[in-house]
């Protein structure tokens, strides 16, 4: 189906938006999608904050997008806004580094007053690389996503969430041409 990349943009080594993309993966590869993980603090921080473009870690993170159908844009809502992380890589990347793909913009945070920081913060920055469909994005409250320590194993997300996010993650699968119907038999 397509090549799909997975970019979580906290810097938390215990991120609760780390877990929610990566359970997303799970689903997403179901339904036919090859999909790489990237978490952006995994990235050599030198590279991300002295601008060094030509890092190889910052070419082949650039190669990950040139070569990615959809890519998912996770980040937890620091400040009313994106992660100064996840903008840290987005810097450092080709100015259209999104032209002709598909993107599934996710938040997590930890009150509803700023719900729309997607909206108003992080897609008109994915619109600016050149993103041509960024489908409808999703806002996960921090309490709705279990910690590592407690469920490992099982889905880390509160029942309502879960499908609020599994509807948002299908109508991204279906843009990309996945088998959404292949979770009829898994749930
Ligand atoms: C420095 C900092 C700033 C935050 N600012 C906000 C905020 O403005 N609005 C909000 O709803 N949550 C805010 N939060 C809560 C986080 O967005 C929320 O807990 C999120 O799920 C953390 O994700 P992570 O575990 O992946 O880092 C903030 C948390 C931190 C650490």
Partial sequence: MAAILSV?????????????LRHLDDRLRRQGHEVTPLDVRTLPPEALLGADFGH???????????????VVIGTPVYKAAYSGLLKSLLDL????ALTGKTVLP???????????????????????????????????????ISDLATDVGSSPLAP????ALGLVTDQFSAALGGRTDALAATG
């Avoid at 930890?110 to 999703?138: E, N």
């Fill in 106 to 144: 996710l938040a997590t945070g930890g009150s509803t007053a700023h719900v729309l920081a997607i909206d108003y913060a992080l897609r008109p920055v994915l619109s600016s690389m050149g993103a041509a469909h960024i489908v409808p994005g999703w806002f996960t409250l921090d309490r709705d």
């Fill in 56 to 70: 190889p870690a910052i070419v082949a993170a650039a190669d990950l997008f040139a070569r990615a159908e959809g």
């Fill in 8 to 20: 979580s943009g906290s810097p938390s080594p215990t991120s609760r938006t780390t877990r929610l």
């Fill in 160 to 163: 309502a969430a879960a499908q």
């Fill in 93 to 96: 990347l080709p100015q259209y």
